[in-house]
């Protein structure tokens, strides 16, 4: 009766302890996640509302609309507003003393967000005092535009950002969290099973036994640390190498884009046998242990001459006298391959062996699937980094990313001594594109000046959409005459551009021009006389004007 009692404790006890340790990991792994969304999607909203105060709240006419009381016309343009934002539910204008420093508010309101927007004309200087427009945002749509699938706002629920609330599908405890554990447990468990069972009949086995319960806390606490993949899988097979009886070398080879990679090895040259690559493991899972002859007749029916010769020389082919290979499981499919060898015995290797091989490799495909679900969350991260950085309307840089990315080469051409040149472009005639055409094809052509854009300069240079019909271009290793050329090429580019859609369009271009180091060494004053000298050609129907002509003209 003991005895039943110590086969049924022993399981629950390790899976409830397993359980605890995968369940406080997952939880902590989604609380770091969580708050990388938060800073993610308030990003994103600020961007999207800076996009649409940009398109129709930076804007002359809506200014004079509001302004002079023309509701029933603004609320046309709000109309428009709404198509070519698709999360925007309602657009209204709200008749109130406007005191907010900023040019929009953003505010909570159940699964929605308002966001109040001051009217501006559209050189800044002025905006309506007694009327606000409010839109009335999807809260839930930025989400699933970062294809975010875990979170949803909902009325109650945790604290998120702008005072919103979500909850999530996701649980810690899991079905994955269960079947980790499952697998945990099953393997220490029929190592503690094993133990209780021949304690009696083999007490010559007690060291090694010992060994096996060492390397098992050994291998979890390294695990549950979180060590990186390749530590995990060398200590796994050391430890196997320790425990498995007659074990004297042995590797783990993984699945990659359909080929066989070594990743650990013990009594092999490593780095030499990371040279090669298998096309197929199939024949090698047939017989899971394999006698010299086999070994020898599999590596001949299988190998080139070219590998054969680098097993040998790496992988000591000729020397093995038996070979247990267990196959990785991991969601149904052979994902890796697990390998001991003998040099001494044919008959090195046991179903004894076997079996433990098998607990070893559990673990294998334990840390398999945790890199794989790392790489899955850095490629995800990845994404929402990218979206925060670019411009929603044309997907080039935004301006908080210009801004990192400038002061970056402004770095190194101190360091190595170079010229950088910050050129300010501001769309002529714009306006009428959105007057005659509405905003949705003045969206579209200024997605297409920005393609355009793009192609005239060198893929290390930056191009950044400042808000409006305003962009920005950095431009590394650059003297006057050079950048004077792609100016050149850039007010081409940007006149040929006469039909969008089948209409007729007529813009051009004002190109400012400021050099690094000698009109300034700060990225915002570059931007801050590259921005006077586009404003000093626009105001004399220049094209392309430097920042030192305007210093002269202005001496002079």
């Known amino acids: 009766m003991r005895g039943l009692v110590w086969f049924i404790l022993i399981p629950a006890l390790v899976f409830v302890t397993v359980l605890v340790s995968v369940y406080n990991i997952n939880k902590a792994q989604f609380r770091w996640y969580v708050e990388n969304v938060k800073k993610l999607y308030a990003r994103y909203v600020e961007r999207y509302a800076e996009s649409i105060s940009v398109s129709y709240f930076q804007w002359t006419t809506m200014y004079e609309l509001l302004k002079e009381n023309r509701l029933d016309e603004a609320r046309i343009w709000l109309e428009d507003l709404k198509k070519n934002f698709d999360f925007v539910e309602e657009a209204t204008v709200l008749v109130l003393d406007v005191d907010e420093p900023d040019p929009f508010k953003i505010s909570p309101h159940g699964e929605k967000l308002l966001i109040d ?55 810690a405890l899991n079905l994955r969290a269960f079947i980790q554990s499952i697998s945990i447990t099953a393997g220490v468990t029929a190592f503690l099973l094993l133990w209780m069972i021949t304690f009696w009949q083999r007490l010559k086995q007690e060291s090694r036994l010992r060994k096996f319960n060492e390397a098992m806390l050994e291998i979890t606490k390294s695990f549950l640390k979180g060590e990186k993949a390749d530590k995990l899988y060398q200590l796994i097979l050391q430890k196997a190498i320790e425990v498995v009886p007659n074990a004297q070398a042995g590797s783990v080879v993984i699945k990659r884009s359909g080929k066989w990679i070594y990743v650990a090895a013990v009594g092999y040259d490593l780095e030499g046998l990371k040279q090669i690559e298998f096309a197929d493991q199939a024949d090698w899972f047939e017989k899971p242990i394999k006698n010299s002859r086999d070994v020898n007749e599999l590596n001949r029916r299988k190998l080139d001459d070219q590998t054969f010769q680098k097993l040998k020389e790496y992988g000591r082919i000729e020397e ?51 890199m794989k679900q790392e790489e899955r969350l850095l490629e995800q991260q990845k994404i929402l980094e990218h979206l925060s950085s670019r411009d929603p309307l044309t997907n080039l840089l935004n301006r908080r990313a210009f801004e990192e990315y400038g002061e970056k080469m402004l770095s190194l051409a101190k360091r190595e001594n170079k010229t950088v040149a910050l050129l300010f472009m501001d769309l002529n005639h714009f306006k009428n594109v959105n007057d005659e055409h509405g905003h949705g094809l003045g969206d579209r052509a200024l997605t297409f000046i920005a393609s355009r ?12 959409r400042f808000g409006g019909d305003e962009f920005v271009a950095l431009i590394y290793d650059c003297d006057k005459e050079k950048v004077l050329t792609i100016a050149e090429r850039i007010v081409q580019t940007v006149e040929k551009l006469n039909r969008v859609e089948g209409r007729q369009i007529n813009v051009g271009v004002s190109v400012g021009i400021a050099l690094y180091p000698t009109d300034a060494q700060e990225l915002d004053q570059l931007v801050r006389l590259a921005d006077v000298a586009m404003y000093f050609a626009k105001k004399r129907s220049l094209k392309i004007v430097f920042f030192s002509d305007v210093a002269t003209a202005s001496g002079g």
């Open 320 to 370: 093995i006298k038996c070979s247990l290979v267990v196959p990785v499981i991991v969601e149904g499919e052979i994902a890796m391959a697990f390998n001991l060898e003998n040099f001494e015995r044919e008959d090195a290797f046991d179903e004894e062996s076997l079996e433990l091989a098998r607990l070893f490799a559990n673990y294998l495909a334990m840390v398999f699937t945790r």
């Open 453 to 464: 854009l793009s192609k005239v300069l060198r893929q290390s240079d930056l191009l950044a």
């Open 117 to 171: 927007f001051k009217v501006f004309n559209e050189d800044l200087s002025e905006f309506v005092k007694d009327k606000a427009v409010r839109a009335v945002v999807d809260a839930q749509g930025p989400l699933e535009d970062m294809g975010e699938s875990r979170l949803y706002i909902s009325p109650e629920g945790e604290e998120f950002v702008f005072g919103l609330k979500y909850k999530s599908n996701y649980s």
